[in-house]
C-alpha cells in the first residue's frame, strides 16, 4: 500500500497514462482533478474548513488548482454532456443500415422467392461470422470472446456505430486481467529497437492490453473484410438474381417499378 500510494509511483503512473491515452487523461485525470477542486474551493469561499480524501492520483492536480484557483475551467464545462445533433459517422450508418433494408424490400417486390432470401441473410450471417470469430481467435481470443464476436458480427456490419469488436472485447475481459502495469510493458517492449518485429509481436501480444485490443481490432477486421467480399464472393454463389451485378440490379428495378404499380394502385 505504501509504494502504491508514494507520490513519485503515483506521478509516474499518471505521467505514462497521459502518454499512452491523452484524451483519456484529460478526461479521467485532468476533468476529475478540477471538478474536486472546485468544491473544495467554494466551501472554502463559504469560510469553511475542509478536510478532503482523494485519490492520490489526484493529489497533485487538485493543490495546484486550491493554490491557483484562478486557472479553474468553469465548471459548466466540466458538467453535462454534448449533444450533436448532426454527425457524419452517424449519417452514415444510419444510411447504410436503410440501404440495405431498402435492398432487401425491393427484392421482395420483385418477387424474390423467399428461400433465395433466406439463403441470402444466412450466407451473410455465417460468412460474416466464420471471418469475425476467426480474426478474434488468431489475435488470441477465448473461443467464448470469439464466438460473442461471430454471433453478431451480421448485425453489426450492417451499422458501422455497432461493432462485434466491442462484444466480443467484454467478454475478453471477463478472462483476461488487463492493469496499468500493461502500459509500461509496452513501453518497454517498444523501447527495443534491435529486436526483429516478429519477436516484438510475440512478446506483445502476451501482455493482456495488447491482446484485448488486438481481439478488438481483429474481430472488427474481419467483419469488415466478410462484408466487403459478400457481393463479390458469396452472392454469386447463390444464384437467382445475383448471378451478375446486371440481374441484381434488374432485380431492384422490377421492384421499384411493382413498388410504383402497388402505390398507383392503392391511389
Known amino acids: 500500500m505504501e509504494q502504491l500510494t508514494d507520490q513519485d509511483v503515483v506521478s509516474a503512473m499518471m505521467e505514462e497514462f497521459r502518454r499512452f491515452s491523452p484524451s483519456g487523461a484529460e478526461a479521467l485525470i485532468d476533468e476529475r482533478d478540477a471538478y474536486l477542486a472546485h468544491g473544495i474551493h467554494n466551501l472554502r469561499m463559504q469560510g469553511k474548513d475542509v478536510v478532503a480524501v482523494i485519490g492520490a492520483g489526484h493529489q497533485q492536480g487538485v ?56 439463403k441470402v441473410f444466412l450466407a451473410w450471417f455465417l460468412f460474416n461470422g466464420v471471418f469475425a470469430a476467426g480474426l478474434a481467435l488468431l489475435g488470441g481470443a477465448h473461443w467464448q470472446s470469439a464466438t460473442v464476436g461471430g454471433l453478431v458480427a451480421w448485425l453489426t456490419s450492417l451499422n458501422p456505430l455497432l461493432a462485434p469488436g466491442w462484444f466480443a472485447g467484454y467478454v475478453e475481459l471477463r478472462y483476461t486481467q488487463v492493469s496499468i502495469a500493461d502500459i509500461s510493458t509496452l513501453n518497454e517492449i517498444l523501447a527495443d529497437e534491435e529486436a526483429p518485429v516478429r519477436d516484438l509481436m510475440s512478446r506483445m501480444i502476451d501482455v493482456p492490453l495488447f491482446r484485448l485490443i488486438a481481439v478488438v481490432a481483429l474481430t472488427n477486421t474481419g467483419s469488415m473484410v466478410a462484408s466487403l467480399l459478400f457481393p463479390i ?28 404499380d402497388l402505390l398507383t394502385g392503392l391511389v
Open 63 to 118: 493543490l495546484s488548482y486550491l493554490e491557483n484557483p484562478e486557472t479553474l475551467p468553469a465548471m459548466e464545462t466540466l458538467t453535462g454532456r454534448e449533444e450533436k445533433r448532426f454527425s457524419i459517422p452517424k449519417l452514415f450508418g444510419f444510411l447504410i443500415t436503410v440501404g440495405f433494408l431498402v435492398f432487401f424490400a425491393l427484392l421482395v417486390m420483385a418477387g424474390v422467392s423467399n428461400a433465395i432470401l433466406l
Open 233 to 260: 464472393v458469396i452472392l454469386p454463389l447463390i444464384g437467382g438474381p445475383f448471378d451478375s451485378v446486371a440481374d441484381v440490379t434488374a432485380a431492384m428495378m422490377q421492384g421499384i417499378q411493382n413498388s410504383v
